[in-house]
């Protein structure tokens, strides 16, 4: 006898899968979210004057040499010293590698422009590096021109370099501690030296893990607004803010974001493509732990020179020059002056947290309730924000809510007679919209990480006790998720602190924050006035290195 291995034709067929309600309010999210990016592409569309014509003919040229060399610069170095420093304490014992396991997160808490001050004041020409030499040397100003300069292109990709790279150490250190032991001890008896072992096997394994931090790396070169415009580096973002304030032009600066958004589409498929078909992983996850090679003499002072190197440039020196500044001088505001700058920071980073947060959680359970295609497209779209630069955003954000207001005017004046004036561009609701954009996808990661954690079977009981889906998820995995939430609102609450391109671009009128307190303050070169709203904004950016901290910590 044989057996059909097809399926009667009298069964039914499978029911159909239905969207859910959670998939169409995440793809109204995801519309909503890229509604700037859609409004850039459509303004550079339209044919521009005589302000596009006179940028292709004197600085467009130096914007794209600028912008490639400090990203070639930045990724080296970044890349450099994150993966080194993750290798060595990752697989290595020396001392002082407790310390410098959490000291190499330390560069977090410091905005790349406000270290990018700390180091003009330092070791410029007026600076107390160059005066000490030459008041120990007697040699004048024109004699020391062997003295590197500081506001250059190199200057800032050193600056930029040492802030961002922990971003490479963080994956490329998950990535070493996940990897499979037995293939670095098979490595070893082969007769391969550990340096050997790295380059011919951690380091290809670790790959994805590299490239995905130079790439975020790279993100934030070509987003930066404060450091290359104050080392005077003529780059994409600082043309959009020239072009946009300078020149008046929207369709001019619309076509450079374009181009800023190529660039940074670019790098990500020129990543892709030199990866090809090719996948990097272990043949097997069962393995001890990895037992790390204990280092003596010269070896160990070598590691943990090389491990605090990076901390000593990206935050020890820059901090302790601000505190300095700031004993010395500080802001001169008064208390009631200088604390709106404060409360607007708070306030802004507070309602953007809060907003992210929720966003994300929509989106975050509507991909593990349903499952469905759509749900998981909506999220994704929706965290493209991240990889747009702040200016981008804000004059992708302008646009269509500029629109709406002068339609809403016009109505008002026609039918009522009176006018509303400004009321979206011209309020914080613009402001927060964009950061949103730019920092919704940080709280869809960390929600996203910390819902994988939890088993499907808690919700599942719930659901056999009697419980709707919704009462299940609020009673059950919301609870179990409020550390993840916490960590997500926090994160985007210091990164809203930091932001300056879009609050530059979309503040309201005499609506300013400590960020731009601090650059108004840093361009007019009153540095020392300057490092109270810096120091504050450091202070702030601990809180996340506090959690990654506790979290290496906890494994």
Known sequence: MTRSLTAPADLPAPPRRRIPALGWVGLLLALLVSLPLLAVLAAAAVPTGEAWRHVVHTTLAEMLGNSALLVLAVGLMAASAGVISAWLVSTCAFPGRRLA?????????????????????????????????????????RQMGWFPEIRSLPGAALVLA???????YLLCRAAFLQQSTC???????????LTRSFLRVALPLARPALAAGTALVLMEVLADFGTVQHFGVRTFTTGIYETWFGMGDRGAASQLSVALLACVGMLMLAERYARGDRRYHPTTTRHPPFR???????????????????????????AGTLLALAMQAGDPLSPDRYLPYAVHSLLLAAITAVLAVALAAVLAWGIRLSGHWLTRFSARVAALGYALPGSVIAVGTLMPFGLFDNALDGWTRANLGISVGLVLSGSIVALVFSYLVRFLAIALGGLESGLARLKPTLRDAARCLGASPGRAVWRV????????????????????????????????????TLAVRVHTLASDERLAEASSGALLIVLVGLLPVAILTRAMRRG
């Open 162 to 168: 040492m802030v961002l790279y922990p971003y490479v």
């Open 101 to 141: 396991e959490v000291a190499l997160l330390l560069p977090l808490a410091m905005p790349a422009y406000v270290s990018g001050y700390a180091y003009t004041w330092l070791l410029d020409v007026a600076g107390p590096v160059q005066s000490g030499i030459r008041a120990a040397t007697g040699l004048t100003w």
């Open 183 to 193: 293939l670095i001890e098979v490595s070893r008896t082969l007769g391969h030296s």
């Open 292 to 318: 790390p090679v204990r280092l003596t003499g010269p070896k160990a002072w070598l590691a943990f020179i090389a491990c605090m190197m990076p901390v000593l440039l990206g935050f020890l020196i820059p």
């Open 477 to 512: 995995e919301v609870p179990l998720a409020r550390g993840a939430m916490l960590s997500a609102a926090l994160l985007v609450f210091v990164d809203t602190m930091k932001e300056l391109p879009a609050t530059l671009i979309i503040r309201p009128f005499d609506f300013d």
